[in-house]
Nanobody
Framework: QVQLVESGGGLVQAGGSLRLSCAASGRTFSGYAMGWFRQAPGKEREFVARINRSGDSTSYADSGKGRFTISRDNAKNTVYLQMNSLKPEDTAVYYC?????????????WGQGTQVTVSS
């Protein structure tokens, strides 16, 4: 079992930046690939970014390429999402998730989410 707790959300103006954090507890954090997802009001949850166990492989949705950076610190059991040049359409609840494989499989563990609001 892995427990995930997100933090770092808030209200920011368009063009600003935020860094989200996701702290993990329970089983060995470094044994899991990690991902970030988001869900805007009235929309389905969508993939944002993922990172492999060691942190040397990452993947992004087109919406965040060039603006978002996912990283992890296995010594701190934490995964981050640095978001720059934020747009109003980035407004959503952001969730982190964990799964065994970087490439495929269900995301087995989820955090409770953190709200990001970008004002125009």
């Amino acid at each position: 079992q892995v427990q995930l707790v997100e933090s770092g959300g808030g209200l920011v103006q368009a063009g600003g930046s935020l860094r989200l954090s996701c702290a993990a507890s329970g089983r060995t954090f470094s044994g899991y690939a990690m991902g970030w997802f988001r869900q805007a009001p009235g929309k389905e949850r969508e993939f944002v970014a993922r990172i492999n166990r060691s942190g040397d492989s990452t993947s992004y949705a087109d919406s965040g390429k060039g603006r978002f950076t996912i990283s992890r610190d296995n010594a701190k059991n934490t995964v981050y999402l640095q978001m720059n040049s934020l747009k109003p359409e980035d407004t959503a609840v952001y969730y982190c998730a964990a799964r065994n494989s970087y490439y495929t499989g269900n995301w087995s563990y989820w955090g409770q989410g953190t709200q990001v609001t970008v004002s125009s």
